[in-house]
């Protein structure tokens, strides 16, 4: 409890611990989305084509601004979606492999692009490479502003089309039938996504991004059968696991935050398994020894009453 007090103390660790809170909060909320979905790799692809450009997006402003990031990868995970669209509507290639393909060619091309900066002699490149597997310390108090209003903005969105986001995941024919854009809330959905890689790449970065979008809402998943429900427990549990991550990390020594945050969202995982009330794996033990029991008691039954018959 003193480390904690301590750590609350800092005013930087503060903003880091608001900031993967904040990061947690929306990808959990914007994460059950892409996996009712059924998108759960597409998150991956969009986590990785955000990299190119993220290095564009530097190469051209020469600044490393959040807002300038966020530019490039909305392009580059639009051109991503375009492209897996592309292959899987007019080739006999599935889905999946589409996506495969995509991600490879996206991040190989933001790999080359992110050696060229670093060989570039730019004074200002130094920790670009970091966005691969980000670095929560690096934040500052207008990384925080700015992750903060774009939160909001996400969960804003995602509540105020709730009720049309909920219809695309479950079926979308039926929405399409009632009059809805469906390929347009697809591709809002997607840009959601889009918009909550950026905003994670600096904490947690573009290779463990996707476990942060769908991890919560999986965990979430076991404890419930309602949707609003499961968004309320995927935000949370994103937040805490934010929250957990930036503690432990500062109380080790060399302990990166983001990793950290990815591996507290997978205990709550691996919590939800064994503890959920219905899909737990505790729950269906007790099931099958109940249902068990009331066999063996229902046939022990069943002989007494019979052998009274036979006397």
């Known amino acids: 409890m003193h480390s904690i007090l301590e750590v609350l103390s800092d005013p930087n660790l503060r903003w880091i611990l608001m ?10 909320v914007i994460g059950c989305f892409a996996y009712l979905r059924k998108q759960s790799l597409m998150g991956d692809a969009l986590a990785h084509a955000a990299l190119p450009g993220v290095c564009i997006a530097f190469m051209v402003t020469g600044s490393k601004a959040i807002f300038g990031f966020l530019v490039g990868a909305v392009v580059a995970g639009a051109a991503a979606t375009l492209a897996i669209g592309f292959i899987t509507r007019y080739t006999r290639i599935k889905q999946d492999a589409a996506i495969a393909a995509t991600l490879s060619v996206f991040f190989g091309f933001g790999i080359m692009l992110l050696t060229e900066i670093q ?4 004074g200002n490149q130094s920790g670009l490479d970091k966005f691969l597997f980000g670095q929560a310390a690096t934040m500052v108090a207008t990384d925080i502003y700015t992750m903060a209003i774009i939160s909001i903005l996400l969960i804003s969105v995602c509540a105020l089309l709730f009720k049309e986001f909920k219809l695309i995941s479950f079926d979308p024919g039926f929405a399409k039938g009632l009059g809805y854009p469906v390929p347009l809330l697809e591709q809002g959905i997607m840009l959601l996504i889009v918009i909550a890689v950026v905003v994670g790449i600096q904490a947690v970065g573009v290779v463990l991004m996707a476990a942060l979008l769908i991890t919560p809402a999986v965990s979430a998943r076991y404890w419930t059968e309602n949707l609003g429900i499961m968004v309320i427990l995927a935000g949370g549990g994103g937040a805490l696991s934010g929250a957990a991550g930036t503690l432990l990390s500062t109380m080790g020594n060399n302990l990166p935050t983001g990793p950290i945050c990815v591996l507290s969202a997978t205990a ?41 018959e036979t006397a």
């Open 268 to 308: 709550l995982f691996m919590v939800s398994i064994v503890f959920a009330p219905r899909r737990g794996l505790l729950s269906k033990l007790l099931t099958r020894l109940a249902v068990r029991r009331q066999v063996v008691l229902e046939s022990s039954t069943g002989t007494g009453t019979r052998k009274e």
């Open 19 to 28: 900031g993967c809170m904040l990061l947690g909060l929306s990808s959990g």
């Open 119 to 122: 060989h570039s002699g730019k």
